[in-house]
Antibody
């Protein structure tokens, strides 16, 4: 069974940092692009970032570029999102998602984790 | 950035009725790289349709997608009680990947 389990969320002050993790199982992790998608309370979905299977290609939403860094460790079947200079508007549930089609980053997301809540507040 | 505009914002229908949801892009979505997701309260989204018209694994055939270029449609042929939810379109052909703002399908 394919599983994605996020961790690392919590309460952080504005300007602070947090690192999210997404541990996966049930598929060949290195074959698939992975992505982070977030959802502010009561709002719609916002794509945050995507990383290729090898980790060699990464893309970001303008709202997080320069502050967030996506990475992966294929030996640990884990993806990360390092979030720096956090702002109140980064408050959201952060979902880890798996690309449906192997190799490419141009893919829909067929498996989603349960999400981890990040709250940025003083 | 490709902006996706979904309409209507809310669709009020009865079980058994047909639902037609629209997603319009501000620019051509390359290679029909467009997906539809369903989200119920307190749950993660679920992939319904990818590449505009292909049903994801396990999705009932009452869900269908169509369109190309800048205009895409999700159709639910006959609404079941479990279909009342929020639906999002998303393009994954260019960066940044973007989502529409969502259409809520509610019970009339």
């Amino acid at each position: 069974e394919v599983q994605l389990v996020e961790s690392g969320g919590g309460l952080v002050q504005p300007g602070g940092s947090l690192r999210l993790s997404c541990a996966v199982s049930g598929f060949t992790f290195s074959n698939y692009a992975m992505s982070w998608v977030r959802q502010a309370p009561g709002k719609g979905l916002e794509w945050v970032s995507v990383i290729s299977g090898s980790g060699g290609s990464t893309y970001y939403a303008d709202s997080v570029k320069g502050r967030f860094t996506i990475s992966r460790d294929n030996s640990k079947n884990t993806m990360y999102l390092q979030m720096n200079s956090l702002r109140a508007e980064d408050t959201a549930v952060y979902y880890c998602t798996k690309g449906k089609v192997p190799v490419t980053t141009n893919t829909a997301f067929d498996i989603w984790g349960q999400g981890t809540m990040v709250t940025v507040s003083s | 950035e490709i902006v996706l505009t979904q309409s209507p914002g809310t669709l009020s229908l009865s079980p058994g009725e047909r639902a037609t949801l629209s997603c319009r892009a501000s620019q051509t979505v390359s290679n029909t790289y467009l997906a539809w997701y369903q989200q119920k309260p307190g749950q993660a989204p679920r992939l319904l349709i990818y590449s505009a018209s292909y049903r994801a694994t396990g999705i009932p055939d009452r869900f269908s997608g169509s369109g190309s270029g800048t205009d895409f449609t999700l159709t639910i042929s006959r609404l079941e009680p479990e279909d009342f939810a929020v639906y999002y379109c998303q393009q994954f052909g260019s960066s940044p990947r973007t989502f529409g703002q969502g259409t809520k399908v509610e019970i009339k």
